[in-house]
């Protein structure tokens, strides 16, 4: 789960790490109040769940109100392109206006996880205010890492040698512990996946400050922080991705032609990667988990019916908890009440498959029935070209 920059710095500030004085605002009238409140000069950032703002236009600092008003009609009345948006973009719904802060150094810093260690990893580096992975790609050496043990947590001398790899020396060494240690309680306690300052700077006037701050929970967490749900914003979500989550569907929109439903998220994968071999294009992720029922199935057939983009479908289910006859009526079920005129190629096996396949061969449907993956994978992209 991802939250705006603001809500982001709000939770920092929390824990006592300093942020420049802001307000969010949601018309281009609050954002001219709001920089004349900072003074008139001030730096307007559109808020979206996507990094590259800057380079895109969507952060700018201006000199007087009446810029920032500009400004914001501007952001508000189109879509932000980056490239972790892709070209769809990204609709502008808040803008945050800022202090301008005179800065004298930026570094970058972060705690996120390391899936491949099962632990939290810190990382810094005295090029903040960057794409960290150019800098990791170009200078790797300037990247400082250090994986945190979960049963010692972080200690102080591992922030500080963190914060003498940057450069810090006295009393900005020391801040900058008590920043890391703060950081790294946030995370736990909030259930991060990510926490990002970037840039983090020191001031012209001595201060350490977090110019920007990026975080995202652990979805498998959220039932700990009932006000994370209220934080949550939808303008920022695919629509289909919205609608799988009321139904505890994994739903990710891709980009390709071929709606796939499959149960557990290993074999999806694997699905996606044989219709690429194969020729073919996903249009989407979707896990209907391992013991979905009738309805669940129906459900997610449908949205992947509602994606303009598919034109064929692709169901590979293995029956182990769930029964292969189950899955067929909720595919006959959603394409008869939509009345889904698309190509179905269907790959099961396990409990009750040979009911199921019965099921799906008289029931009218365009449908083929597939002996395996491979078999199933190249039906489909076929029957598409």
Known sequence: MNIHEYQAKEILSGYDIAVPRGRVCLTADQVERAAKMMGGHCVVKAQIYAGG???????KVVHHPEQAQELAKELFARKLVTPQTGPEGLRVRRILVEEAVEIAREFYLSITLDRGASRYILIASAEGGVEIEEVAAKTPDKIHKLTIDPLTGLRSYQARKIALA????GSLC???????LSLYR??????CALVEVNPLVVTKAGWL???????????????RHREYPDMVDYSQLDTLEITAGKYDLAYI????????????????????DVLNECGGKPANFLDVGGGASREKVAEAF???LQDPDVKGIFVNIFGGIMRCDVIAQGVIEAANEVHCPLPIVVRMDGSQVEEGKRLLTTSGLNVQCADNLGDGAQRIVKMLG
């Open 53 to 59: 703002r800057g380079k895109a236009g969507g952060v």
């Open 166 to 169: 940057l450069g810090l020396t």
């Open 174 to 180: 020391e801040d900058c512990v008590e920043l890391i």
């Open 186 to 191: 946030a995370c736990l306690e909030k259930d």
């Open 209 to 223: 400050m977090a110019m920007d701050a990026k975080m995202s929970f652990d979805d498998n967490a959220i039932y």
């Open 253 to 272: 929109k891709l980009d390709g032609t071929i709606g796939c439903l499959v149960n557990g998220a290993g074999l999806a994968m694997a699905t996606l």
């Open 302 to 304: 449908k949205i992947i």
